[in-house]
């Protein structure tokens, strides 16, 4: 039996009982699936995607390559994809011009994604050196042990100016008023966190972030970036994934 609570500190919506990193560490080696996002293919099916810069697929990149160019990152731009798993999103996001490289805790996964994609790839924080223009993560969030530690890490690799930005399951109340039974299908074993506004708000007091569910309003996110609110949430929450930009300041 297992419930979601909210944490009267932090404000973060979590699975009780929730997982420690020894358990979480273990589930991702050996037991976690989740269809394409882990799923690695062979050498003719990865030429294919190759071919077709995995357009269509379900690790098509293209959306939030879209929001990275709309938040005016130059071509060239050090990006960390944070559990990058076998590579393909950190591929697209080097094809569309960003020097990017990837954290996977998964071994093989992150193996592949070297052999088979020619990308870097570390398999722990340790392995990550330097600063970076953006933290990058899609659908990571909700799975780790700790979404205070991920933050924090990420937005300590930052450089002054550089962006936080994460793409996790919706789960505001907005679209749970909406669509309540997707919304509780967000939460459980694989994700032991459910990321909302609430949290996002409380977490990143005094810092500048931009909150906004799918589709992404690609013109706001412009407007965001070339202005000086420190808080923006465009339109209602209604979509079933929501994104999150934090700058660094």
């Not at 500190?9 to 420690?20: D, V």
């Not at 805790?105 to 790839?121: M, Q």
């Not at 936080?164 to 939460?187: C, D, I, M, Q, Y």
Request: proline share 5%; with cysteine.
């Amino acid at each position: 039996m297992t419930s979601l609570r909210r944490c009267r500190s932090c404000q973060l919506l979590f699975r009780a009982p929730t997982t420690t990193p020894e358990e979480n560490a273990a589930f991702y080696q050996r037991s976690y699936s989740s269809g394409f996002a882990t799923d690695m293919p062979g050498d003719g099916e990865l030429r294919e995607y190759i071919d077709s810069g995995w357009a269509g697929t379900g690790g098509d990149y293209s959306v939030y390559i879209a929001v990275l160019q709309a938040l005016a990152r130059p071509s060239g731009s050090r990006v960390l994809d944070f559990g990058c798993s076998w590579g393909y999103g950190t591929w697209q996001l080097r094809r569309s011009g960003f020097d990017a490289e990837g954290l996977e805790v998964s071994v093989p996964r992150a193996e592949f994604a070297r052999n088979k994609l020619g990308l870097t790839v570390h398999t722990s924080s340790g392995g990550v050196s330097g600063l970076f223009d953006v933290f990058f993560s899609s659908h990571v969030l909700e799975h780790v042990p700790s979404v205070r530690k991920a933050i924090d890490f990420g937005m300590g690799l930052l450089k002054p100016g550089g962006l936080f930005v994460a793409a996790t399951p919706n789960g505001s109340a907005v679209f749970r008023e909406l669509s309540p039974t997707a919304w509780h299908k967000r939460w459980g074993l694989v994700h032991p966190n459910m990321l909302d506004d609430v949290f996002y708000r409380s977490y990143f007091t005094g810092v500048p972030i931009f909150l906004a569910s799918d589709p992404y309003p690609i013109g706001k996110i412009r407007a965001w970036e070339a202005g000086s609110e420190d808080v923006c949430v465009a339109d209602r929450l209604e979509g079933a994934e929501l994104l999150l930009l934090a700058r660094k300041k």
